[in-house]
């Protein structure tokens, strides 16, 4: 981690997992205060300069964050100075539970209105105090147990022939409850289960089901791209995905290749489609056909942002040419008054040619002429 020269200890290792960076500069005025700049649920608040408004009802609201991307509003008296990344006792069902403080002043509402939480209609819950020493240490107790318990329930299921997969397993902060979190293909009677983990444990038990993709966000790896798992590293929220996007950015549908680790199409393919949604405006139709005196010629594919389009004559499909999309238009303008282009090569700024080498048909190489 930034800023770590000595080896972690546990304290350290085990608040890591909750999001938390252990600095040289952490901040002097409250040395107790985590840095949060490497956690992927930090939140900027760029309201953080401006004087927090009065409210007249006496409670103020906060964002806190806690395990595996869970983030929830609270509400707390004036009385009570939160800041940001301050450990604090929130109200649970039942007891209580340690939390990180993520956001704090006007931003908060802000975020509740982007998040459609209504605090009139939905009951909020409370911060109860600051943590104390005590409540700290009974939270990295809890939090020490986790991963045991996590191996001992696959181990349990297992047994009992369960169709699931346990991912993670979330301690409460006074330690009565856990939250086990799983995937499954199917639907899962685990009734026996909870039962034979409550006498494991000796915890209130919580049994969350979860997607691939949160799956992929927890366990972490490398993408094809050669860095850490977006997802696992700076992503908060997921966006639905569709082959749509694939198409509008010329790629090869190729279910291998545009499969993130988790088996769902990459996130990654929504991050640069509305760039290339707005040069598509400019192309001409891909559907037109363009006809010269030597034929008819057919779209192949595009290069979007050098705006050049491929085209090929019908009974030569393996000679393509690139032309550029104001010299399509030219041609197409051309066709609509009734007249025909002399030929494609007049128009082209780039030949390939594409020819069969081993025999078999299925494999071409081209050469750009």
Request: aromatic fraction near 8%.
């Amino acid at each position: 981690m930034e800023g770590i020269t000595e080896q972690p200890t546990q304290d350290q290792y085990i608040s890591a997992t909750r999001g938390c960076c252990f600095l040289k500069n952490t901040e002097q005025s409250n040395p107790n205060i985590n840095q949060q700049r490497c956690c992927k649920l930090s939140s900027y608040n760029w309201l953080s300069d401006i004087n927090e408004t009065t409210d007249t009802q006496n409670l103020k609201y906060v964002e806190i964050r806690f395990k595996n991307g869970r983030k929830d509003f609270f509400s707390y008296p004036v009385e009570i100075t939160l800041r940001e990344g301050e450990l604090v006792a929130v109200e649970a069902s039942p007891g209580h539970d340690i939390g990180i403080v993520s956001l704090t002043g006007d931003i908060v509402r802000l975020q509740m209105g982007r998040k459609n939480f209504d605090a009139e209609k939905k009951e909020t819950r409370r911060v109860f105090r600051h943590a104390r020493l005590a409540d700290i240490e009974k939270w990295y107790n809890a939090m020490s147990l986790e991963e045991s318990t996590m191996y001992k329930t696959r181990v349990i299921a297992l047994d009992l022939g369960l169709e699931m997969k346990i991912n993670d397993v979330e301690y409460q902060g006074d330690k009565t409850k856990a939250i086990f979190y799983y995937t499954a293909s199917e639907r899962v009677d685990f009734r026996e289960l909870i039962r034979k983990l409550a006498e494991s444990f000796r915890v209130r038990i919580e049994m969350r089901q979860i997607g691939m993709r949160q799956e992929a966000a927890k366990l972490g790896g490398i993408g094809s791209c050669g860095r850490e798992l977006c997802c696992s590293s700076w992503m908060s929220g997921f966006k639905s995905v569709s082959t749509n996007s694939a198409r509008v950015q010329q790629l090869s549908l190729n279910p291998q290749k545009l499969a993130g680790q988790c088996g769902k199409l990459k996130c990654c393919l929504n991050y640069e489609v509305d760039n290339y949604v707005d040069s598509l405006k400019s192309f001409p139709d891909s559907r037109t056909r363009l006809k010269t005196q030597k034929g008819d010629a057919f779209h192949q594919k595009s290069d979007v942002f050098r705006k050049i389009m491929w085209f090929a004559y019908a009974d030569d499909s393996n000679n393509m040419m690139a032309i550029s999309t104001d010299k399509v238009k030219e041609i197409i303008s051309l066709n609509n008054k009734g007249k025909l282009a002399p030929d494609l090569e007049s128009y082209a700024t780039q030949k390939e040619v594409k020819s069969t080498m081993d025999g078999t048909g299925n494999d071409d190489f081209a050469f750009v002429i």
